[in-house]
């Protein structure tokens, strides 16, 4: 493990993952923040070769070296992570929620796995080939894989997993939606067809939902399934100590490890243990009193206490993700595209950088985050950037005039706005700096923070004027689930609507050629900006903190944690 090292190298980490045509995202140990000014914007485009592996940035890998030999793991022991929300169900089927992508994968397998340069690798599957057309994909499955109940995961499962997951109708399935049908052609090879050309099919089957699960425990636990879940990985449930903790025990029986784990067998440790603690600060706290080994930081002032702290590693990670300011486009005065305009003008993201992140982070211009194919740093000059005057100009043309107190006033209604968002740090402090620039030109808002469960759901009903929020997505689709016209009422929680637009996700959709592909999203992007369905505002920089006496863990894509190889190397 590369030790600590201050992040005053984090402008240059970022500005190697805004640009080339192949970006990663970073891993790095990092002790201080960085000011905006260190920190600038992409310079080039970013786009990924041309082929169906190349489908999100993977986070570069990260791991740590057990001091003892190789020869002789240091076995047993818990590993604790605290996750802020419990979730509802471990159904990779159900709708999804806070803290279930988390858990799953140590529950389920997948298919495929998407290793640290952005290629799939075999994992239940031994291979696969799609044909010259497109619309036909055949998977050959290993035929040693059982599920934690003793069944075996064969092509009977895999179908029956794919017509659950596609039945179901949860936003996690929508990369099915070309999916006609799968079938066994014999006990350990399956067939996938499609209606058109599937552009996120594999970025689909590498998500946790896309898990395969087993067909005789569904059968028998029916709607208890999601409580008492049973696929074929590393980890088994154990228990679910409701509210406080969900408990997974290895599996004794694991021999089918993706190919980048050197450690094909069981796991080392004999527990994972998920601690629900909403609080960030308690979180903190419990990390550093050695009663949970591993969180994720958010915030810089937190992330300053750490680097204090000996007994810990902390390791920089930068996410496919977006936060961003919606507007409800479905709801005056946001119904009104001047109104979007001259807000997004309001909001100065140099001050949000420095004031709410100490520069932790990278000003966004553009709906796509820059480590995913079809961001384009040309679309800089599109930005609806800070202009205070700009936006007092475009309310006035909008119908808006300033009251007796300085508030904006259209047919005697005060310009008076709901913010909403979800108690996640920074967003307290970013809610409250957006409050002031909007004040500072007449808008009064009002921030309601929930629960990351409650919030999701006053989203989605579009129970809201602004949003603060935050994408995190693995593909490039991310534009076509959060603004095609169709997923108004899902997805979409802006109401926006453009044909246009539809039209060009609707292409790129289909397009197997990253290169093409990409240059679509360009297009799109072009569209919406002057639209303004949302202001960018930062691409965020997550942080893990974890315990040093774990060691041999390996952080792979998504930020997600594999504990194969993790070993617990002190009390």
Known sequence: MRTLRYLALLALVLIIAGCGAAPQTAATPIVQPTTAAEAPAATSAATTEATPEATA????????????????????GTVTRAITAEPTSLDPHAAPGSGQNIILPYIFDTLIFRDMDNTYKPYLAKSWEISEDGLTVTFTLRDDVTFHDGTPLNADAVVFT???????????????????????????????TFSAPSA????????????????????????????????????????????????LERNPDYKWSPETISNPGAPYIDNVVFKVIPDAATQLAALQAGEVDLIFVNSPNHISKLTEDSTVQLIETQLNSMVYLGFNCAKAPFDDVKVRQALSHAINKDEILLAALNGMGQVAFAPMAPTLPGFDASLKDLELGYDPAKATELLTEAGFAPGPDGTMTKDDQALNLVLLTF????????????????????????IQQFDTATAAKAATEGQFHLILWRYDRNDADVLNVNLHSDRIGSSNRFGYSNPEVDALLDQAAQELDETKRAALYVEAQKLIMPDAPWQPLYIPVDVLAISKRVEGFHLASMGRILLNEAQVVAP
Do not use: C, H
């Open 57 to 76: 940035a993977a986070t570069t890998e990260a791991t740590t070296e057990p001091t003892t030999a190789a020869t002789e793991p240091v076995m047993g």
């Open 162 to 192: 794919f017509n659950r997951f596609k039945d179901a109708k949860t936003s996690s399935g929508e990369g099915l939606a070309m999916m006609t049908g799968v079938e066994a052609v014999d006990a350990y090879t399956v067939r996938f």
């Open 200 to 247: 996120v099919f594999f970025s689909t089957l590498v998500t946790p939902y896309a898990g395969i699960v087993s067909p005789t425990a569904v059968e028998a636990e029916g709607d208890a399934f999601g409580q008492q879940p049973v696929g074929s990985g590393p980890f088994k449930i154990a228990e679910w100590q409701q509210g406080t903790a969900v408990v």
């Open 423 to 446: 108690a996640r740090a920074p967003n307290e402090d970013v809610a409250t700096l957006i409050q002031n620039q909007l004040k500072a030109i007449g808008v009064n808002v009002e």
